[in-house]
């Protein structure tokens, strides 16, 4: 078992649609979660970043943490099809650690 | 927001030569930076973590004396793939944290290397 799982898709929406991406893991030590975007032959783009749990909402962008189902979510609102990419969650256990990735999954909007 | 620029973006050399690859911290300094590499359609898997003034910290599977790291300042560490083969042909990533900062970690734009 990996110890993020990301669905790597892809997944295809409709412009305007909302997006719900996820990532499940299993080290309880995981206290820092980010998401990024990357476009194809580019560097992953820092989108969201948490600590612990709870929300963290940034225009069109909403990240979710939820520790005790070790559950992480991403919402994008009104999609664009600018937001066609691959988005990473990325998780460490501590501040400056190594980071563990998902998979990647896959967007496609659609106009 | 933090920003980590790395040279070359692209690169084609010949089978047994060597690849330099850079990464600097342009508005930060940064004492750990990570190295990656990325197949097509694959994530990212970390290869070693750099150590500004110590030897690098390499990943399981991954060879010390092909992936040479250096991290000799707070704002650049380098990567070369020394005697080059088709097989090291890869997108190659690094990453660095803004200490003083409270965002996550920001990535290089990456290094194609293909090697004919």
């Known amino acids: 078992q990996k110890e993020v799982e990301q669905d790597p898709g892809p997944l295809s929406v409709p412009e305007g649609a909302i997006v719900s991406l996820n990532c499940t893991y299993s080290n309880s030590a995981f206290q820092y979660f980010m998401w990024y975007r990357q476009y194809s032959r580019k560097g992953p783009e820092l989108l969201m970043y948490?600590?612990?749990?709870g929300n963290k909402e940034d225009g069109r962008f909403t990240a979710q943490v939820d520790k005790s189902s070790k559950y992480i979510s991403l919402f994008i609102r009104d999609s664009q099809p600018s937001d066609s990419a691959t988005y990473l969650c990325a998780m460490s256990a501590g501040y400056g650690n190594k980071l563990v990735f998902g998979a990647g999954t896959i967007l496609r909007v659609k106009s | 927001g933090a920003v980590v620029s790395q040279h070359p973006s692209r690169v084609i050399c010949k089978s047994g030569t060597s690849v330099k690859i850079e990464c600097r911290s342009l508005?930060?300094?940064?004492?750990?930076m990570f190295w990656y590499r990325q197949f097509p359609k694959q994530s990212l898997m970390l290869m070693a973590t750099s150590n500004e003034g110590s030897k690098a910290t390499y990943e399981q599977g991954v060879e010390k004396d092909k992936f040479l790291i250096n991290h000799a300042s707070l704002t650049l560490s380098t990567l070369t793939v020394t005697s080059a083969h088709p097989e090291d042909s890869s997108f190659y990533i690094c990453s660095a944290r803004d200490q003083g900062g409270e965002d996550g970690y920001t990535f290089g734009s990456g290094t194609r290397l293909t090697v004919v």
């Open positions: 508005d930060f300094q940064a004492t750990t």
């Open positions: 948490t600590y612990s749990s």
